[in-house]
Structure formats: structure tokens, C-alpha cells
């Protein structure tokens, strides 16, 4: 029963996202794009030079960098090992490092364009969908927590969650605002990573049992 339940779960993110990739190839989701990217820019395509908030969301960005999330997973393989935990530690690495191959690999595929209906608060020059600093964010963030939950004392869980969450957001949320991506692609984004999750999560508890 539980196999099938995994499969269930597995199975719904992956549906929705090839629900959601056909409406965006197809351009049924352009004038949703639009607008939200709008929304979130106060209707104001341009930017205004010296705006705190601007800087603010332009500086927290940064939580989804490449370069952030990769020191990010080797100081935590490294801690893992450390611990003599080296199941552990080649199953984060190895989860962690599939964010970037699956980022790599649907960016090749769809190629989609950058938003060009707003000023680029920041530079990005990669295919738009699905947004990488938001999938392997969401990945790397998911997956830290997860360790984390299993040594931190109870008390401090709602604290993990919330901090995880939050950045994980955050992080979506910032890329549209920053006009580097359309809100759909962020979607996309929490949608795979949800399936790597998922996926990851299984092997995880398979290698526990070994």
C-alpha cells in the first residue's frame, strides 16, 4: 500500500507539470505571465535607481545561486561525513547535484525567453523555464532541512520549516519581482522539484534500510 501511495505521489507533480508545460508552449499562460510579473512590479516596467526594496530582493536572490547552493552541499557532505553518516552524505550529494542536471536538461529542452516586458533588475542569460535558482533552491533548502529535522531538538522543528520555507518562497517570488522570469515558470520550478523531492525521499529511506 505505501509503494502505491509513493507512486501516487510521485505521480501528481509530474502530471501537473506536463499540464502546465503544454498551456506555456502553447502560450495559453502568456497573459498570466504578464500580469504577474506587473503585479509585482507595481505596474511599473522600469526601475527606480536606489529603491530599498529593489536592492533588498536583488540581494536575497543571491540564497539561489549556483555558487551558494554548491558550498552549501559540499559543506554539508562534508559535516555528513565527518559524522561517519556516508550513506547519508552520497545521497545528499547525489540529490543535491540532480537539481543542476534536471535545470540543465528542461532549460535545453522548452528554451524559452527571457521576460522582456519589464527592466532586468538583475542579468540572467539562460533559457527561462523552468527557473533554475528556484528548483535547485527549493531542492537544496528542502533537502538541509530535512537532515536537519532529523537532529535538531523538536522544539526548534517549526523554526527549521519555517526558515526552509521561507527562502524557498523567497527565492520564487524575487525572480519574477527581479523581471528574469515569468510566474510560471517559478510554478514549473516547485513542481519538479517536488518530484525530486518525492523521488529522493525514497532512496533515502531504501538506503536507511540497507
Keep these: 500500500m505505501s509503494n502505491l501511495r509513493n507512486h501516487a505521489l510521485l505521480l501528481l507533480p509530474v502530471g501537473l507539470f506536463v499540464c502546465l508545460a503544454f ?8 497573459k498570466f505571465d504578464e500580469n504577474g510579473i506587473l503585479l509585482l512590479r ?7 535607481a536606489g529603491d530599498f526594496w529593489q536592492t533588498l530582493v536583488a540581494g536575497l536572490t543571491h ?3 549556483s555558487i551558494v547552493l554548491a558550498a552549501i552541499s559540499l559543506i554539508t557532505v562534508g559535516v555528513l561525513y565527518w559524522r561517519k553518516e ?21 532549460k535545453w529542452a522548452f528554451g524559452r525567453d527571457r521576460p522582456e516586458i519589464v527592466e532586468q533588475i538583475v542579468s540572467a542569460s539562460s533559457a527561462s523555464f523552468p527557473s ?20 535538531s531538538p523538536k522544539k526548534l522543528n517549526y523554526i527549521i520549516l519555517i526558515v526552509a520555507s521561507g527562502i524557498i518562497l523567497m527565492n520564487g517570488v524575487s525572480r519574477v519581482y527581479l ?15 517536488g518530484f525530486w523531492l518525492l523521488l529522493c525521499k525514497v532512496g533515502y529511506d531504501k538506503v536507511r534500510k540497507a
Design 63 to 65: 540564497l539561489g545561486d
Design 86 to 106: 556516508k550513506q547519508a552524505a552520497h545521497w545528499f550529494l547525489v540529490a543535491a547535484a540532480g537539481s543542476f542536471i534536471i535545470t540543465a536538461i528542461t
Design 132 to 151: 533554475g535558482h528556484t528548483l535547485r533552491s527549493a531542492v537544496v533548502y528542502s533537502l538541509l532541512a530535512f537532515l536537519l529535522l532529523k537532529v
Design 179 to 193: 523581471g528574469v522570469h515569468w510566474p510560471t515558470d517559478i510554478v514549473a520550478a516547485w513542481l519538479i522539484a
Design 42 to 48: 507595481g505596474n511599473s516596467p522600469t526601475v527606480i
Design 23 to 30: 498551456l506555456v508552449t502553447q502560450g495559453y499562460t502568456a
